[in-house]
């Protein structure tokens, strides 16, 4: 069988996780094979809001999402949509999401997430040197907001929680907040302040960089859609789209909110959800950004990026085949110009991209239940970037048989 049609290890997916898993493979001498139908770093990791968020510990569930759920589901350009007509269909996901907040499951969620955050700061800054992708990092901090005194007091248990696993953070006044962040509305007089928060010059130029890096070291990308995956004799057959089959001796799915229909080939049944996010990116001109900004109590953000002022988030949970609904760029827009006068918005640029998640807020990190040879890596929802560099890590220790460097059963594809 020619090189052509036969690889080691495949890793079906181009995004950022996909590409650390490969980079790490490649560095450990293992030959493999990225496989994408649109390139690397060109779908949803090509828009994502530049933060490495290694502070963002708390699980969605406890984060006060179901508290202000009713609230946010009355404004259909709010903060959370759900189109009526996709509703019984996220359902049982729903339901899933509503136990995941059961206060019994609050600290050992809580441990899984801080213990990957850990490990993912610590893979990023090796990751980086190695590649020499390091001048693409920025250290600025960032500053979460608050409409109210009400809700500044409300965040204060999750703030205790972060403490309690070694992250900094500063409650400021209007004072303090101007003093890092001049030209916001003066309804803003209570932020946090996080020190440690980074984010990166571009998450897509990014991307492409550590690939370029994978690439020094082995890795080779294939243009292809991916329509079947089954085993086949000890090994496993990707089946193109195109009409080309390939055959690995071990496979790596990775491919984001579509990694749950591949994993269903093989019997893994993940109950993975689409949050489609919004942005618009405008011009570098558009504010002088000084620090990423979070609009907690309005599910956004506003992040300085070396291509341009990102202005994005929120959730709207309607699946992989609906057309987007770019009105929720707009309204974040609008928003963002109420809290932020002098920001020019004009010149932007709309997108909207697909965000993996699973109910309990950690992702799939491990092997297939019944294929030893196949190996999950998806689910990270907000937290793709600022993960991704963990999983390729721990991929790579399940690929190559060693110990992995965090316990992976929180994280397991039989966990649900």
């Given at each position: 069988m020619n090189d052509e049609t036969a690889c080691d290890i495949a890793v079906i997916g181009g995004g950022i996780v996909g590409i650390c898993a490969a980079a790490f493979l490649a560095e450990a001498g293992s030959s493999v094979t990225v496989i994408d139908r649109?390139?690397?770093?060109?779908?949803?990791?090509?828009?994502?809001?530049?933060?490495?968020?290694?502070?963002?510990?708390?699980?969605?569930?406890?984060?006060?999402?179901?508290r202000q759920m009713?609230?946010?589901?009355?404004?259909?350009?709010?903060?959370?949509?759900?189109?009526?007509?996709?509703?019984?269909?996220?359902?049982?996901?729903?339901?899933?999401?509503?136990?995941?907040?059961?206060?019994?499951?609050?600290?050992a969620?809580?441990?899984?997430?801080?213990?990957?955050?850990?490990?993912?700061?610590?893979?990023?800054?090796?990751?980086?040197?190695?590649?020499?992708?390091?001048?693409?990092?920025?250290?600025?901090?960032?500053?979460?907001?608050?409409?109210?005194?009400?809700?500044?007091?409300?965040?204060?248990?999750?703030?205790l929680a972060r403490e309690r696993h070694g992250i900094e953070y500063h409650h400021l006044d209007r004072a303090g907040i101007d003093g890092l962040q001049p030209g916001l509305s003066p309804r803003f007089t209570r932020a946090?302040?996080?020190?440690?928060?980074?984010?990166?010059?571009d998450p897509k130029l990014l991307g492409k960089a550590i690939?370029?890096?994978?690439?020094?070291?082995?890795?080779r990308f294939l243009s292809g859609d991916v329509g079947l995956v089954l085993p086949s004799n000890g090994r496993i057959a990707i089946q193109l789209k195109q009409g080309r089959t390939?055959?690995?001796e071990k496979l790596v799915i990775a491919a984001g909110a579509w990694s749950h229909l591949l994993a269903r080939q093989f019997g893994d049944r993940i109950p993975l959800e689409t949050e489609r996010g919004y942005n618009?990116?405008?011009?570098?001109?558009?504010?002088?950004?000084?620090?990423?900004?979070?609009?907690?109590d309005h599910g956004f953000v506003v992040t300085p990026l070396e291509t341009g002022i990102r202005v994005g988030g929120a959730v709207e949970l309607a699946g992989l085949s609906r057309p987007p609904n770019f009105q929720r760029s707009k309204a974040m827009l609008k928003k963002a110009k109420l809290f932020l006068p002098d920001l020019d918005t004009s010149g932007g640029r709309e997108w909207m991209g697909y965000r993996p998640s699973l109910p309990d807020s950690l992702p799939v990190v491990g092997q297939s239940a019944s294929h030893a040879n196949v190996f999950l890596a998806f689910g990270h929802g907000h937290?793709?970037?600022?993960?991704?560099?963990?999983?390729?890590?721990?991929?790579?220790?399940?690929?190559?048989?060693?110990?992995?460097?965090?316990?992976?059963?929180p994280f397991s594809p039989q966990r649900f």
């Open positions: 649109t390139g690397i770093c060109e779908e949803t990791s090509s828009g994502n809001a530049a933060a490495f968020a290694f502070s963002e510990v708390l699980p969605l569930a406890h984060k006060g999402m179901m009713p609230k946010w589901l009355a404004d259909p350009l709010g903060p959370l949509s759900i189109p009526p007509a996709y509703l019984p269909k996220l359902l049982p996901w729903l339901f899933r999401f509503w136990r995941a907040g059961d206060p019994k499951h609050y600290e969620s809580l441990a899984a997430q801080a213990g990957l955050m850990k490990l993912a700061e610590a893979e990023w800054s090796g990751l980086m040197q190695r590649s020499a992708t390091g001048h693409m990092l920025r250290e600025d901090g960032s500053l979460e907001l608050y409409d109210s005194e009400a809700s500044f007091k409300a965040s204060f248990p999750g703030w946090t302040f996080l020190p440690g928060w980074k984010t990166v010059a690939w370029t890096y994978a690439e020094t070291r082995g890795a390939i055959i690995a618009t990116t405008l011009p570098t001109s558009a504010f002088d950004l000084t620090h990423m900004l979070t609009f907690s937290l793709g970037l600022t993960q991704s560099a963990a999983t390729g890590r721990l991929i790579r220790d399940l690929v190559l048989g060693q110990a992995p460097a965090i316990n992976l059963q």
